[in-house]
């Protein structure tokens, strides 16, 4: 019994061992992917040539499927497939495209044929031919007098023949290109019996016999010079040389079907026998193709043309086609064509014409209301069509779906929706970016509304929304904007109204935001949060913040009142005013719970920077390290300056000093070049010149690289370097530098030079002193200051008329009177000067 169970299985297992393998296959943007499950114990070998790779199997795997290889692949890469026994997988490429191989953890052979520059002639190995004749050549053009008899015409059969898919040798009549076609009779149209028999498919062949490949015929290649003949000054006697010309056969030039048009020029470039074109041929030549493409686009565009059956919609299947782009044989859906031949090109796409109609027209259907639209039940109908037959998406109904949610205001839900399937590109790139709006307020994604402010449709109002900011000045069509709002319906206009006003207002366009206001008032029963912020927003554009009316918005705790708060702060702080204990608290609480939101970052920044404002430097710094990473490099480097220049400006020496070594690093790197010289001169006042000195290394710009070179200077000086000081000085003039060098030149003993220095500087007081230590006592005569001027008087006379003693013997008697009168004058003038002179008193002990 167990011998025949034994058996039963043998014969079972027997012919399961013979397994066939489909061969899948799926384009993409840069490269062409076949797929092939192979068998647990099948090893695959590859062996590329020019133009031809083949795949050779061993293992269990008997057959391999290619049924379906083309029904998802253009030829661009992969020209044709055979499978052979053995089995073999042969490849014949387009390209000289590069084969990458990858077995997969399920045993899934991977073949990937990537882009590749085209096959040059002759390069590729020679295939079999096909077993049919090749087709015989037959001249489109007048056939020459010495022509032998024009072959009999019979009807051409409908359904018993077939064209044979074999290349057609390229012609050369004279100046034409011709493709090998006979010459047909428009009033009789029928085929040569000999082009029938030639172009009609082989028999199928007898698989006992093995036939050996015939070896492929080339056509000749005759050179024919008829540049002289074919010139528009040419004599008719060249003319007519040139009908009579005989046809030369050119070689057959394979252009794989989707063959990009630089690689079939590039191709058909390199067949033999045809002259090149004059300057002046090459222009006339360009000229006729312009024109031929302009008037077809001028037809296109005024609707005078039919489209035809390559331009339907695409089927189910093509929809679900894996990739946003193109795969080169389906186009993308909502592909419009752009001449290039209306104008030239544009980095920007600007002067080009676009045969689907107005620029300024939206491709995705109006934000219009709809009267009698009741949400629950439009939503349950929308969301119970979106998957069809066999469980498949149903493409028009999620677009359904996600345009019903931009109508009532849902942007992420509408984004989403967008995402799930493939949408048509254009109109998904609108939708996308109103999902994005409605969400953040702006789009912060590259937008399709780029440019089209100026429009006069529903595009202008999204093209205001979609930046963050519109510059104050810009052109825009204000009816187009207001005609586009009073058309959307009420759940919608509630949420860009106030948008709309806000942009405007940040965009000095009072006026217009008071329009958009009003308009929002007349169609809404009540006042959003939203609306009342941007009525506060606007009812104080021109000064400090109302505290009655924006306090009312944050108490409301609701999800403008973070918004209310930021901006009532940001208001404050940007009129120079401080923000109150409460205020602050309250941006603590909101960045406590938005901690995971992006608003989270701006309450940080407006925290941090109210703290430094109200002089609470400690705690201002102490939350700054305690956020640094969740701030952003950009927001980190306007904190840092802020704080560094209120720390510079209003902090006492103990904290000045304190916080700034302990950022001294960051301070350095993210200040700016103005507040990094304040906080250089609190140190060179603090007496710190090295750590000065040390923050001004780098070169500043401006007004900025000026008031650092001052700054350089004195802190060379506070160094006792006057050179060095006088060096940084080099090449500046003004009152400020000219006292700068006299403190250098009294820093070096030139005393009189630094009284020259002082005086032309306008400081009397310190050329004085610099005149004193000099002792130019003439000058000093004329000080202001009556105690120095009165000594110097005294001086100055003792200089001009001393009072003569003899050498031996006592003085006369007048001498000595005048020496007495003088001595009294000495010490009055000293003890007025030092009357002048301020000394502390004591300590009491």
């Given amino acids: 019994m167990m011998l025949r169970i034994a058996a039963l299985l043998v014969l079972i297992a027997g012919p399961g061992a013979a397994q066939t393998a489909l061969l899948r296959s799926g384009d993409h943007a840069e490269f062409t992917r076949l797929t092939l499950p192979l068998p647990a114990d099948t090893s695959f070998a590859l062996t590329e040539g020019a133009g031809r790779a083949v795949l050779s199997f061993a293992g269990s795997l008997q057959e391999i499927d290619i049924a379906q290889v083309f029904e ?177 056969s050119l070689p057959v030039v394979p252009l794989p079907r989707a063959t990009a048009r630089p690689e079939a020029e590039s191709l058909v470039a390199t067949i033999p026998g045809i002259p090149e074109l004059s300057p002046a041929e090459a ?20 609707g005078l043309l039919q489209p035809g059956p390559g331009s339907n919609q695409l089927t ?132 399709p509304f780029a440019g089209r402010i100026t429009c006069d449709t529903e595009a202008a109002l999204w093209a205001a929304l979609a930046p963050a900011q519109i510059p104050p000045g810009s052109d825009f069509d204000g009816d187009a904007i207001k005609r586009s ?30 329009e958009i206001l009003r308009i929002v008032e007349r169609n809404l029963p009540g006042v959003s949060g939203r609306q009342a912020l941007a009525e506060a927003k606007l009812a104080t554009a021109d000064g400090p913040p109302d505290p009655e009316a924006f306090h009312a918005l944050i108490a409301q705790n609701s999800d403008v009142s973070p918004e209310a708060l930021l901006h009532y702060t940001n208001s404050v702080l940007g009129h120079g005013g401080v923000v109150d204990a409460e205020t602050i608290g309250l941006l603590e609480s909101y960045r406590t719970q938005y901690r995971d939101a992006a608003l989270s970052a701006d309450l940080t920044r407006a925290e941090i920077i109210a703290r430094s404002a109200s002089g609470n430097f400690p705690s201002a710094f102490e939350l700054y390290d305690l956020q640094r990473e969740k701030l952003m490099p950009e927001v980190q480097e306007e904190i840092v300056n802020g704080l560094a220049r209120n720390l510079a400006g209003q902090g006492s020496d103990a904290v000045f000093t304190r916080l700034y070594f302990g950022h001294a690093a960051e301070i350095a790197a993210k200040g700016g070049a103005g507040t990094l010289n304040m906080v250089a001169d609190r140190l060179i006042r603090l007496g710190l010149p090295e750590a000065a000195a040390q923050l001004l290394e780098n070169e500043a710009e401006g007004e900025a690289a000026r008031t650092r070179s001052l700054l350089r200077a004195r802190a060379a000086l506070a160094m006792n370097l006057p050179r060095r000081a006088e060096a940084e000085l080099g090449g500046l003039e003004g009152e400020d530098v000219m006292a700068l060098r006299a403190e250098a030149r009294l820093a070096a003993a030139d005393f009189g030079a630094a009284e020259r220095l002082f005086s032309d500087a306008g400081q009397t007081e310190a050329a004085a002193e610099a005149a004193w230590l000099s002792r130019n006592w003439q ?67």
């Fill in 72 to 248: 998802r692949i253009g030829r661009s890469r992969l020209a044709a497939v055979s499978a052979g026994p053995g089995p073999v997988l042969e490849l014949d490429l387009a390209c000289a495209c590069p084969i990458e191989t990858t077995l997969a953890a399920s045993n899934l052979l991977i073949v990937d044929i990537l882009n590749g520059p085209p096959l040059e002639l002759g390069a590729t190995e020679p295939a079999a031919p096909p077993q049919s004749q090749a087709l015989p050549v037959v001249s489109a053009a007048p056939a020459p007098l010495a022509a032998g008899p024009v072959p009999p015409l019979v009807p051409a059969p409908r359904v018993a023949t077939r064209l044979s898919p074999q290349p057609a040798p390229i012609l050369l009549i004279g100046r034409r290109l011709s493709l090998g076609l006979p010459a047909i009779d428009p009033l009789n149209p029928t085929l040569p019996a000999e082009f029938l028999d030639s172009a009609a498919m082989p028999p199928e062949p007898d698989p006992s016999v093995t036939a050996s490949p015939p070896v492929p015929s080339i056509p000749p290649v005759t050179e024919v010079n008829l540049a002289e003949a074919a010139r528009p000054n040419a004599p008719p006697s060249a003319r007519s040389a040139l009908v009579e010309t005989p046809a030369v």
């Fill in 283 to 302: 222009r006339l030549t360009r000229e006729l193709e312009q024109n031929l493409l302009a008037a077809i686009g001028n037809a296109a565009t005024e």
């Fill in 316 to 447: 189910e299947d093509q929809r679900h086609i894996s990739g946003g782009l193109s795969d080169g044989t389906h186009p993308d859906p909502g592909l419009a064509a752009t001449p290039s031949t209306f104008g030239p090109d544009s980095p920007d796409g600007t002067g080009r014409i676009v045969l689907s109609g107005n620029p300024c027209a939206l491709f995705m259907s109006p934000l219009a209301a709809v009267e009698g639209m009741d949400f629950i039940p439009e939503l349950t109908k929308r969301r119970s069509r979106l998957t069809g037959e066999r469980d498949r998406d149903n493409v028009a109904a999620y677009h359904d779906l996600a345009h019903f949610y931009l109508l009532y205001g849902f942007g992420p839900e509408a984004g989403s929706v967008l995402a799930s399937v493939q949408q048509p590109p254009r109109e998904a790139a609108e939708m996308s970016s109103i999902a994005r709006i409605l969400e953040h307020g702006h789009d912060p994604e590259p937008t």
């Fill in 485 to 514: 709002l009073l058309a959307m319906p009420n759940s919608l206009k509630a949420v860009v109204g106030p948008l709309l006003a806000e942009r405007f207002l940040d965009a000095r366009e009072e006026d217009f935001a008071r």
């Fill in 779 to 845: 000058g000093l005569r004329e000080d202001p200051e009556p105690a120095r001027a009165r000594l110097a008087g005294v001086v100055t006379t003792q200089q001009t008329q001393p009072v003569i003693l003899p050498e031996i013997g006592p003085p006369t008697l007048a001498a000595s009177r005048e020496v007495l009168s003088r001595s009294g004058e000495t010490r009055a003038a000293l003890r007025d000067l030092l009357a002048t002179v301020e000394v502390d008193p004591p300590a009491d002990p």
